[in-house]
């Protein structure tokens, strides 16, 4: 198939990407580098041993977006495209729905327009909200408890009217726990602008010397060690998950929602002590207050994606760390290194 993957210069995008070229697919990257560089497309390409076009546009330009689709015939489109700061959310809540509602809805229509149908969207385990039971399960009720959760709740509400509208749409809705790890090769991975948000790349920072130690937020949940616990997720793995799904929804119309997760929690202390396995040796960490709007504890319950794609995790906590490692090292300064 012919794949258009939007924000595929970005983290999760570049590696899907990967993914897709080795599974035979041809690729069109759509980005409008916010948060990314056209280097990781770069080295994509020379990973895979395959060509993929690229366009500089931004999803907010209909038009832009359109002759796109007007260039190239497209099977199915892979949606990265968005911004995905939390806090930042929170202070910019305009730019967020704008962005990722709005570039979706154009992107919607883009498609409808030239009667491309199928699309894998990438939604979070943050539209779980903080009221359901652990492990999330795909038939719970959602509401996200922040302005960018409540984007990708948003946005599966639009497609779901859409596949219930009209038959012709082929929808996956993928909730991705926490992705991490970059590419064994080292060569494409996570390369956060600024200070990073997440834990692991944070930790990365931290053992290549640009940050001077982990703030842990909060050691005082009710939790084994007192540290919160998350579901983490390869990110080679999760890239994988998108081909299944994109194999699965291609021959299936309708809208599908499915889990990408271990279904095991993580502390971040646990997270932190392999981290420096990987590194060979410790790292400094200071236990401070806990960081608004954490919850204690939350994974998948994953056994959805397995029984209807065949999928499931194969790579380990440690695995997540060598690979995260091996990028950082490598590339002190990420894609600017
Ligand atoms: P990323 O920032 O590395 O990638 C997103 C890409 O989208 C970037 O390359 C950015 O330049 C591009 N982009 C943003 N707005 C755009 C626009 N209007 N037009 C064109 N391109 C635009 O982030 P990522 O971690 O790879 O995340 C990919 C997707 O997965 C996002 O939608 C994110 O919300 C979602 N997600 C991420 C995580 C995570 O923890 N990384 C977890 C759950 C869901
Ligand atoms: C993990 C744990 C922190 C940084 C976020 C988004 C979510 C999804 C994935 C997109 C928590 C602790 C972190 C640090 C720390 N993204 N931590 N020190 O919050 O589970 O999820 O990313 O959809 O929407 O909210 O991930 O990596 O930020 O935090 O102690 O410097 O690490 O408190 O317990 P989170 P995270």
Known sequence: MR???????????????????EAGHEVLVVDNLVNSSEESLRRVVELAGKAAAFHHVDLVDAGALESVFDQHSIDAVIHFAG???????VEEPLNYYYNNVGGTLNLLRAMDKYGVRSIVFSSSATVYGEHNPIPYVEKMEIGANNPYGRTKEQIEDVLTDLGAADERWHIALLRYFNPVGAHPSGRIGEDPQGIPNNLVPYIAQVAVGRREKLMVFGGDYDTPDGTCL??????VDLAEGHVAALDYVAVRPGVHRWNLGSGKGTSVLEMLHA???AVGHALPYEITG???????AFWADASSALADLSWSTTKTVDQMCEDHWRWQKNNPLGYSS
């Open 3 to 21: 794949i258009l993957v939007t924000g595929g210069t970005g983290y999760i995008g570049s590696h899907t990407v990967l993914s897709l070229l």
């Open 83 to 89: 911004l995905k700061a939390v806090g930042e959310s």
């Open 230 to 235: 998350r579901d983490y997720i390869h990110v």
């Open 275 to 277: 981290f420096e396995q």
């Open 290 to 296: 806990r960081r608004a709007g954490d919850l204690p």
